[in-house]
C-alpha cells in the first residue's frame, strides 16, 4: 500500500512539471515522500528479519519432525521388545511352574518315602525292646538317634575281660536280635566295637584297643552270619577304638559305659536315593 503511495507521489512530482505548485505545498509533499522512503525502508528490514524467523522456524520445524520420526521408529523397537519380553516371560514362568510342581511333587513322594523310613523304624525299636526285654537289666539298651535304630550291648553282656569271644549270655542276647533281623531283610546292620581309654595288656593277637574293637565287632558279625543265618551282604564290621565314648569320665563306671558293641540298624534307602538323584 506505502508503494502505491509513493508511485503516486512520483506521479504528482511529475505532473507538478505542468502545474505550479506553491513552495509550501513542495516542502510537505517533499516531507510525505522521505516519511514514505523511511516507511519502505524499515518495512524492508523487518520483512527480511521475518522472512528469517521463518527460515529458522523451518529449520526447526524440519528437525522436530526427523526428532519425531527417531521418536517413532525408536518407540516401535521398545514395543517389538516389549512384545518379546513378554512372550519370553511368559513362556519362563510357564516352564518355572512346571519345573516347581514337579519339585513339589518330588519333595512329597520324599517326605513320604522319609515319613515311611520313620514308622519303620519306631516298629522296629518297637519290636527289638520286646524281644531283648530280659536283657535290658544287663545293659542293652535300644534308642533311635538319626533315623537309626541303635542297639547297644555293654562288653560284660558279650565278653569276658580282654576276650573276643562271646559268651553264652551274650549269645542269647545276639539270637533274639537275629530273629527280628531274618524278619526285616530291608533293613542294614552295622556292627561297631568300642573299648575304654585303658592301654590293652598282653593279649597275643590283640595289640591295642583298635584290634580289640574290630576284633570283637568280627566276631559278632561271623555270629550273625554262620550261626543265626543273616545274609553277610547285610553287615559291617567296623572297630571305632577309644575314641567314640558315650561317657567322657574316668570312673570304673565310665569305662564300663564306653566299652561296648553298638549294632546300628538302618532302612535301605535305594528308593529314596533314587528319587533325589
Not at 519502505?40 to 520420526?69: C, G, P
Not at 537309626?148 to 551274650?170: C, H, M, P, Q, R
Not at 527280628?180 to 566295637?193: D, F, R
Request: glycine content about 4%; charged content about 25%.
Amino acid at each position: 500500500m506505502k508503494k502505491s503511495v509513493l508511485i503516486a507521489v512520483i506521479t504528482l512530482l511529475f505532473l507538478s512539471s505542468c502545474v505550479v505548485l506553491s513552495k509550501k505545498k513542495y516542502e510537505k509533499l517533499i516531507a510525505q515522500k522521505d516519511s514514505l522512503s523511511t516507511g519502505w525502508d524499515a518495512d524492508q528490514v523487518k520483512v527480511a528479519s521475518l522472512q528469517e524467523q521463518i527460515k529458522s522456524l523451518q529449520t526447526d520445524t524440519a528437525n522436530l519432525r526427523a526428532k519425531i520420526a527417531d521418536y517413532q521408529t525408536q518407540l516401535e523397537g521398545l514395543n517389538s521388545n516389549y512384545a518379546t519380553l513378554r512372550n519370553n516371560t511368559s513362556s519362563e514362568i510357564n516352564k518355572l511352574s512346571a519345573d516347581l510342581e514337579k519339585r513339589e511333587a518330588r519333595l512329597k513322594e520324599v517326605e513320604e518315602i522319609l515319613k515311611k523310613r520313620d514308622a519303620a523304624t519306631n516298629a522296629l525299636k518297637e519290636k527289638l525292646q520286646q524281644a531283648l526285654l530280659g536283657f535290658q537289666q544287663s545293659g542293652l539298651t535300644v534308642e533311635i538317634r538319626n533315623g537309626k535304630v541303635y542297639v547297644s550291648l555293654t562288653d560284660k553282656l558279650l565278653f569276658s575281660t580282654g576276650s573276643i569271644v562271646i559268651d553264652d549270655k551274650g549269645k542269647q542276647a545276639l539270637k533274639e536280635l537275629a530273629k527280628v533281623l531274618n524278619t526285616q531283610p530291608e533293613i542294614n546292620i552295622a556292627v561297631e566295637g568300642h573299648t575304654d581309654n585303658q592301654k590293652v595288656g598282653n593279649l597275643g593277637q590283640i595289640k591295642d584297643n583298635w584290634d580289640l574293637s574290630v576284633l570283637r565287632a568280627t566276631s559278632v558279625v561271623r555270629y550273625l552270619t554262620e550261626l543265626q543265618n543273616i545274609s553277610p551282604e547285610r553287615l559291617t564290621a567296623t572297630g571305632k577304638g577309644q575314641y567314640q565314648p558315650i561317657a567322657l569320665g574316668n570312673t570304673p563306671e565310665d569305662r564300663s559305659k564306653n566299652r561296648r558293641i553298638e549294632i546300628v540298624l538302618s532302612p535301605k534307602l535305594d528308593e529314596l536315593y533314587n528319587l533325589i538323584k
